[in-house]
């Protein structure tokens, strides 16, 4: 089972790196990523083996927690899904996931 962020359009925003096993277990994921969001080690890139720019964040280094949802063909559109999704774990309740 995996979390998703869904964007106020309805677009998927962002995605968890990993399956959990509980609904429950995705609700922790979520609600640390929002306690820590000030720790968050973004990581943006080239994808490997389709076109575009994907950005994923971990909490330590090497172990990503989230992903973006897709890749985008622009590195500006990449930098702003990461601005938007940060700016979503900051301003969404918990009972909104």
Known sequence: MRWRLIAPNGRVLARSARGHVTAGACRIELDR??????????????????????????????APVALSARTYERLESCQVSYERFVRLLTVTEPHDW
């Open 33 to 62: 990523l929002r306690r820590r969001v000030a720790d968050l080690v973004p990581v943006i890139g080239r994808a490997t083996g389709a076109p575009g720019w994907f950005w994923s964040v971990a909490l330590e280094p090497s």
